[in-house]
């Protein structure tokens, strides 16, 4: 487990990248030429800053040598089921992880904030879901649905590795 100081750093950072998050109109055209058209279709509907953070995994990977092709789908897609969670419900999430559920139960009682906690609880193997009704490959589901605890001991590796880096 990551220091308290180093956690804190960490969440703080993915905080102001959730809020300043963008995706520039070359970075799309550029995700256009590797996936299908419904795989574009769930990143199009994806929260900016699941996509902006979906493009950080890539060339993360990209930069550490990755060329699978599933690999780098499940990279990008691998939060579409988050939907339109907002940063609140996020903090609240990854406080609830640090130091317990009793954190969500008490967030849940925020209007609104109990379906946003619900996604999140279940968003890996939603988002496989997802990834399965786009079309995407049964490897590139695998490793979306097992990206906290990967079964493939080295792309659902490198996959944990630099979503937990981005």
């Known amino acids: 487990m990551k220091s308290s100081v180093d956690w804190w750093a960490t969440k703080a950072r993915q905080v102001r990248d959730h809020v300043r998050a963008r995706v520039s109109e070359a970075e799309r055209a550029e995700v256009v030429t590797w996936l299908s058209p419904a795989e574009l279709a769930l990143f199009d509907a994806m929260h900016v800053a699941d996509r902006r953070h979906g493009l950080d995994v890539v060339a993360r990977l990209g930069a550490e040598g990755a060329t699978d092709p599933d690999l780098l789908i499940a990279g990008l897609l691998h939060d579409c089921a988050k939907g339109d969670t907002g940063v609140l419900p996020r903090i609240a999430f990854s406080l609830g992880e640090r130091y317990g559920a009793w954190i969500w139960r008490a967030a849940g009682m ?45 792309a659902g590796e490198q996959l944990r590795l630099a979503d937990e880096a981005s």
Do not use: F, N, Y
């Open 110 to 154: 925020v209007p609104g904030s109990s379906a946003a906690l619900g996604r999140l609880r279940v968003h890996a193997e939603a988002s496989a879901a997802l990834a399965a009704t786009a079309g995407c490959s049964p490897a590139t589901v695998e490793l979306i649905r097992h990206q906290d605890a990967p079964i493939d001991p080295i």
